[in-house]
């Protein structure tokens, strides 16, 4: 079975854009397995941002995209904002009937 | 609007059994693409997957948990549950219910979450 590797922090100012990265560990699963992407504020419960590896939700901010390239998954957030201040998760499938999470991102915005 | 509301005790003991249900509103249960799984979070620390279930009573659950996982579902009541045993101090989380679509292999998501209930296991 497969593991997402993610950045334990990521920062960046108000307006600038950033990328996290989800990396799978496991080549065995296949090219079809896409990563969702989780927003999850202090307290709160997660958020969908991106699903399929880049569609996003209704009500998502167009700022949040997705991306793929071999391994690894991204999410990008564009246009920075204090709001986007939070954790973010990357998960997928790992094979074997089983699903499994990044282990979290932290995203400051200085 | 789909909504999902966990419950169940707050504080387990060592070695008993944990239980909680999610009850699911403000849609349907049986829809075809719709799972139903747990996800927890100990404190500071990320999510991990526990399991999912398909209304028809197909089960998933994470390797490392397996031993110790139930997961059902009543489509009567509109719920599904979670029943982990043997709990120890580790199981102390805030455990999610989340609406888990899977819509072709290797295309899923988790988009409607219950808002979390968190459980202590402590005697």
């Known amino acids: 079975q497969s593991a997402l590797t993610q950045p334990a922090s990521v920062s960046g100012s108000p307006g600038q854009s950033i990328t996290i990265s989800c990396t799978r560990t496991?080549?065995?699963?296949?090219?079809?397995?896409?990563v969702s992407w989780y927003q999850q504020h202090p307290g709160k419960a997660p958020k969908l941002m991106i699903y399929?590896?880049?569609k996003r939700p209704s009500g998502v901010s167009n700022r949040f995209s997705g991306s793929k390239s071999g391994n690894t998954a991204s999410l990008t957030i564009s246009g920075l904002q204090a709001e986007d201040e939070a954790d973010y998760y990357c998960?997928?499938?790992?094979?074997?009937?089983?699903?499994?999470f990044g282990g979290g991102t932290k995203l400051t915005v200085l | 609007q789909l909504q999902l509301q966990e419950s169940g005790p707050g504080l387990v003991k060592p070695s008993e059994t944990l239980s909680l249900t999610c009850a699911v509103s403000?849609?349907?249960?049986?829809?075809?693409?719709?799972?139903w799984g747990w996800i927890r979070q100990p404190p500071g620390k990320g999510l991990e997957w526990i399991g999912t279930?398909?209304?028809?009573?197909?089960?998933y659950y994470s390797p490392s948990l397996k031993s110790r996982v139930t997961i059902s579902v009543d489509t009567s009541k509109k719920q599904f549950s979670l029943k982990l045993s043997s709990v120890t101090a580790a199981d102390t989380a805030v455990y999610y219910c989340?609406?888990?679509?899977?819509?072709?292999?290797?295309?899923?998501?988790?988009?409607?979450w219950g808002q979390g209930t968190m459980v202590t296991v402590s005697s």
């Open positions: 989340a609406r888990h679509v899977i819509a072709a292999a290797g295309s899923d998501a988790f988009d409607v």
């Open positions: 403000g849609g349907s249960i049986s829809s075809s693409s719709s799972y």
């Open positions: 279930i398909y209304y028809s009573g197909s089960t």
């Open positions: 496991s080549s065995d699963v296949g090219s079809y397995n896409l």
């Open positions: 399929e590896g880049s």
């Open positions: 998960c997928s499938y790992a094979g074997s009937s089983t699903f499994v």
